[in-house]
């Protein structure tokens, strides 16, 4: 099965918004990436984004049947959403979290994640290769 890569609100923005915070590669560069490392490694990957809390929920649950592993960046819902720890917390796979930003140096609302609750790892701080970090942990933690 796929690992599934969901991202939150603000994301499809990537590259345009607060480069100096996010950079400039945008998220299609990032979903590019993605795809060639995940064929290097002999994994396969289905990329996301959603603006809405309650879709990013449903994503998760198709995840339950259809995904081996969810990397996530739930962006500002990182730090609100009840929702979607719950949802996540309905998936059986392993699950990592991925900042783009190290979220620690920033505001103290940014500090607190709920997804953090679940997640078996975080990512924070090393721009877009977090995703690909993550990525090559997911694809080890599902081979052992
Ligand atoms: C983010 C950090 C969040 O605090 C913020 O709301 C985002 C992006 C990151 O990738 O650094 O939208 O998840």
Same mark, same amino acid.
């Given at each position: ?6 991202n ?5 923005l990537?590259?345009? #918004?607060?480069?100096?915070? @996010?950079?400039?590669?945008?998220? $299609? ?7 060639? &490392? ?8 289905? /990329? ?15 995840? #339950?049947?259809?995904?081996? $592993? ?6 500002? @819902? +990182?730090? +609100? ?14 699950? /990592? ?11 103290? /609302?940014?500090?607190?994640s @709920? ?10 701080? /090393?721009?877009?290769?977090? @995703?690909? &970090? ?11």
């Amino acid at each position: 099965k796929p690992i599934h890569i969901l991202n939150g609100p603000n994301l499809n923005l990537l590259g345009l #918004r607060q480069p100096e915070i @996010y950079g400039r590669e945008t998220l $299609a560069d990032v979903a590019a990436r993605c795809e060639a &490392l995940a064929a290097e490694l002999g994994a396969e990957v289905v /990329f996301r984004q959603s603006n809405h809390e309650g879709a990013i929920v449903e994503m998760i649950h198709e995840a #339950r049947e259809a995904a081996s $592993a969810i990397i996530i960046n739930p962006a500002a @819902y +990182t730090h +609100t959403s009840v929702a979607i720890l719950d949802a996540l917390n309905a998936f059986e796979g392993p699950v /990592f979290e991925v900042h783009i930003s190290n979220v620690h140096k920033r505001e103290s /609302f940014r500090h607190h994640s @709920y997804v953090s609750l679940r997640a078996d790892g975080v990512m924070a701080g /090393f721009g877009t290769e977090g @995703y690909l &970090l993550a990525l090559r942990r997911a694809v080890s933690v599902l081979k052992a």
